[in-house]
């Protein structure tokens, strides 16, 4: 698959699932980074566009709202990019995993991240279900250290991102090192009215604000593209992305691939680097989705995430929202199996986009 770096012409402005125009909602939040089927349909228009194809043959070749056809995306992940060799490589940055808590008691720089596993028998968190930790629960309960019985508040106000190099350091027993999103792109909050059709005339009431995404230099989307009618997407060039049909500039790079699961005989620990849909919820038929009998034994999962979208063939333009398990989120499972344990072979129903894609690691 053809790897791509992103980068605003401008800003950016990526909304949540929450319907948003001037009338209706005084203010839109921008998402960093967008959800995978932000990245589909700016794709699928870009390859509209350039290859003129006309409305009536959008659907043969470009598919529908559900059917993509032969497209592939993954990512979109954020990603900074780094000389090396004189060869531009991104090099991805990951969510805070749900099951990681911040030592120390303030948003260090740089920060550290450890997990549950590591300090459990020193630190105490306070949660009223011992098997299944939610995230907030980690993030917002206080804490007691054992061996001085100092009590801590243990809020975190804001998330921490993880370089790739410095996930494969995150594993029991070791931190890694994470950065604030400030340091990754910037919040810009702007006003809006709203315009009389077909006049310059203010409308009365219609005052809104929107927020937009500036990444910080050198900052971006890595994403990968490819599949049958995409082998020949260009290197290089210009796309419109996400809100106000703002612009990227596009060009291919070097990047690694996301970790190859680990072959174990006791435990997996999966974690969601792109939100994951599941018709049950936050779970589903786990064994026939590794391919082998596992046995979920614990998970940290944040607050799911609602998110529809855009249908141009629709009558009001809008897809049915679905909810979605948050990047991050980790779940922990027992297998007596030796088998090596593959990406999902049978994942949720949007993962040729981009969703549901994680990494696995031996706990």
């Known amino acids: 698959m053809k790897k791509l770096f992103l980068r605003p012409m401008d800003v950016w402005m990526f909304r ?44 043969e070749k470009l598919g529908t709202a559900y059917d993509y056809k032969k497209l592939e995306v993954r990512g979109p992940f954020i990603a900074k990019l780094e000389n090396e060799n004189a060869v531009r490589k991104a090099v991805r940055y990951y969510p805070q995993p749900a099951d990681a808590i911040l030592e120390g008691d303030s948003m260090l720089k740089p920060a550290s991240l450890t997990d549950l596993k590591t300090i459990r028998d020193k630190v105490r968190v306070s949660n009223s279900m011992p098997y299944l930790i939610g995230y907030e629960d980690v993030l917002e309960k206080s804490r007691e250290d054992t061996d001085t019985g100092k009590k801590e508040n243990y809020k975190q106000k804001e998330l921490l991102w993880i370089s790739e190099t410095e996930f494969e350091r995150y594993k029991p027993g070791s ?26 005339v203010v409308k009365e009431g219609m005052l809104y604000e929107a ?36 612009s990227a500039w596009f060009e291919e790079v070097d990047a690694k691939k996301l970790p190859d699961p680990q072959k174990g005989t006791w435990g997996y620990k999966v974690y969601f680097v792109t939100p994951a849909y599941f018709e049950s919820g936050w779970q589903t038929n786990w064994s026939a989705l ?22 141009r063939a629709s009558k009001d333009n809008h897809k049915p929202a679905f909810r979605y398990v948050p ?8 297998c007596k199996d030796e088998t090596k344990i593959s990406q999902l072979t049978d994942a949720d129903k949007f993962k040729q ?8 690691k031996e706990w």
Do not use: W
């Open 16 to 59: 949540d699932g929450r319907p948003f125009d001037a009338g209706s909602g005084h203010r839109a939040e921008s998402l960093f980074p967008p959800y995978p089927s932000v990245i589909q349909g700016a794709i699928r228009t870009y390859r509209m566009i350039h290859e003129n194809i006309k409305q009536e043959d959008v659907e």
């Open 175 to 200: 931190s890694a090192v994470a950065v604030p999103e400030s340091e990754l792109f910037v919040r810009e909050d702007r006003f809006g009215i709203g315009i009389e059709n077909n006049k310059r």
């Open 211 to 246: 927020q937009f995404i500036r990444p910080c230099k050198d900052v971006g989307l890595l994403i990968e593209v490819g599949g049958e009618g995409y082998e020949d997407f260009p290197n290089g060039g210009v796309m419109q992305i996400g809100g106000e049909s703002r």
């Open 353 to 360: 986009i981009g969703f549901g894609q994680v990494i696995l």
């Open 327 to 334: 990047a991050g989120s980790v779940y922990y499972f027992e």
């Open 290 to 311: 590794f391919g082998i009998q596992v046995e979920l034994k614990a998970a940290a999962i944040g607050r799911y995430e609602s998110m529809g979208g855009f249908d």
